[in-house]
């Protein structure tokens, strides 16, 4: 049996399109395409062959867009299709995200009973002021209730995401956003710190001056009082920008960030196997109309690694955890000698006491987490 590994289903369908988001997603103008689209994502799973055998999965991560869009009888089929395909573990991690305007408490009873066990809510923010500037179709008093309904469903294991150094925000604001969260029980928090791609509606404005981003200072400060408050609760930080209840850590991205592989069903989503990045037809329509004829949808190849290039992505990769990378398994990983390769830029930052190597791991100082993307951008160099 192959090793465990991840599935990843994409659903690029939104109420709206957010002002800062540049992922694979469209709003939805007619309802009709999601059962279609559900049928398709059927099939394709279906249609899905391995030459190595069974596939053991560690986790499922149901993403967008906005995949609770989904009927729940769909989402249920769809799963039930995976597990035929698959082979699943009784703590095979669940997860799905939902934006708040879908998250009624008869819906979520019924993903959990479909076999979603873990919630990823797009909170973004407990303040209105923000949530209006992002561009969120909710407002704070659905995340409450949305939040209410979570418990209710008796969905235990569910994540809030929250974002910082929105323009406007201070750390007296944000403090009560993190206290709010806090306060909602959830056994994990993601904060992300705003940022925006250049194709994306607030950039334009924040380039017209309309808004300001907080400065690196100032985002900075944020940053360090999310960790201090974060960590006070009993949220453990594991990775830069998430913090967890011990034992709740997100098993699909901790399989990103060691570099493992990961197939991908519906249009826009992206698999990783072994030295390959591959991604489906970024078009719903095309999507659909494949796989209605019985044809495998186009993929498109990203990118084709050397073992050099993989050992590179998965340091970088690793470095975001806070346990790092342990060196005698990526040595024999990807057969190389990671200490020696690099040995000038893991100098240059263990001089600084931003980069540590000892008791067998190389791992970032937290004081290197909020410029981790300047040092980790030195070893792809």
């Known amino acids: 049996m192959k090793n465990k590994t991840g599935i990843y289903i994409h659903v690029p369908f939104c109420p709206r399109k957010c002002a800062y988001c540049d992922f694979f997603s469209r709003p939805l103008k007619d309802k009709s395409i999601l059962d279609q689209y559900a049928q398709a994502l059927q099939k394709e799973i279906q ?20 995949p609770s869009l989904l009927d729940t009888d769909k989402v249920s089929a769809i799963m039930v299709q995976l597990r035929r395909q698959f082979v699943f573990a009784d703590d095979t991690e669940i997860t ?19 076999g979603i066990n873990r919630v990823s809510l797009g909170a973004q923010s407990f303040f209105d002021d923000d949530l209006k500037l992002l561009g969120r179709v909710h407002n704070s008093r659905l995340v409450y209730r949305v939040i209410e309904n979570i ?23 944000w403090e009560a956003n993190l206290q709010k969260a806090v ?7 993601s904060a992300y710190l705003l ?25 900075a400060d944020l940053y360090a009082l999310t960790r201090e408050r974060l960590n006070s609760c009993n949220f453990v930080q594991y990775e830069i920008s998430n913090f967890a209840r011990p ?21 826009g989503a992206v698999s990783l196997e072994s030295s390959r990045r591959l991604r489906v037809v970024q078009s719903a329509e095309d999507y659909i109309g494949a796989l209605a004829a019985d044809k495998k949808p186009d993929v ?23 346990e790092g990378i342990y060196i005698d398994e990526f040595n024999r990983r990807f057969n190389t000698n990671l200490i020696h390769d690099y040995a000038g830029i893991i100098k240059r930052y263990e001089d600084e ?28 160099s």
Not at 47 to 66: E, H
Not at 365 to 379: E, M, T, V, W
């Open 300 to 322: 498109d190849i990203l990118e084709e690694m050397n073992e050099a290039e993989k050992a590179a992505e998965a340091l970088i990769l690793g470095l975001r955890l806070c």
């Open 353 to 380: 006491n931003l980069l540590h190597c000892e008791k067998g791991r190389l791992y970032l100082d937290p004081r290197a987490y909020f410029i981790s993307n300047y040092i980790l951008a030195d070893f792809l």
């Open 96 to 114: 799905m995200e939902f934006n708040p305007e879908s998250g009624q408490r008869h819906r979520l009873r019924r993903f959990a009973e479909a």
């Open 183 to 189: 306060s909602s029980a959830p056994s994990h928090i």
């Open 247 to 267: 034992g709740k850590e997100c098993k699909h991205n901790i399989l990103y960030w060691r570099a493992g592989d990961y197939q991908g069903f519906g249009a």
């Open 151 to 173: 418990h209710a469903a008796g969905i235990k294991n569910f994540n809030i995401d929250l974002i910082f150094g929105i323009p406007g925000q201070t750390i007296t604001s």
């Open 47 to 66: 249609m899905y062959k391995t030459v190595s055998g069974p596939v053991k999965i560690q986790s499922v991560y149901w993403g967008g867009g906005t």
């Open 195 to 219: 940022q925006l791609e250049e194709s994306v509606p607030m950039y334009k404005r924040i380039e017209q001056g309309e808004y300001r981003l907080p400065d690196d200072d100032s985002a």
